[in-house]
């Protein structure tokens, strides 16, 4: 069945297959930038990903980290925003942050404990808008430890 998504032109749309979806269930861990877009732009793919999450059965998670991070950047620059973050809050697991321990991936270190996070709550993806940091590994399991690293955009696109 497709899953429309307004606001974007038809090439946009992921198709979601049911037969796919209960193939693999997802585990999708969210680094900060991913749920400060999805409050601040509810037309967005992030705000959409957010919205089809619970019918999809997909699981989502995130540390308290990266809430904390997407709470300042919130309050800094879209304050007004702050009620919707709240919303979004409520469909998503928290899941404790991991600060210490050895990263198998080459990361600077304030993006460590989100990638071990995701580690440690056995997450089949990691979705950040960091291409800077995360970029060498978005796409690429066999190089991030197993975990599938990619944009929303990304995400949505390969469903």
Known sequence: RR????????????????????????????????????????????????????????????????????????????????????????GIHVVPTVLGGDCPIALPEKDRPIFLSAVHAKCSHLLTGDLRDFGRYMNQPKKSGGILIQTVADFLASL
């Not at 989502?60 to 300042?72: D, N, S």
């Open 3 to 90: 899953v429309g998504f307004p606001g974007y032109t038809r090439r946009y749309y992921p198709r979601v297959f049911k037969e796919k979806i209960e193939q693999a269930e997802m585990k999708i861990f969210l680094d900060a930038n991913v749920l400060f877009t999805a409050a601040h732009n509810p037309k967005g793919k992030a705000s959409f990903l957010m919205s089809i999450a619970e019918a999809q059965k997909w699981t989502v998670l995130i540390c308290a980290l990266a809430i904390e991070e997407a709470t300042r950047n919130l309050d800094m620059k879209f304050p007004s925003c702050l009620s919707g973050f709240k919303k979004f809050l409520r």
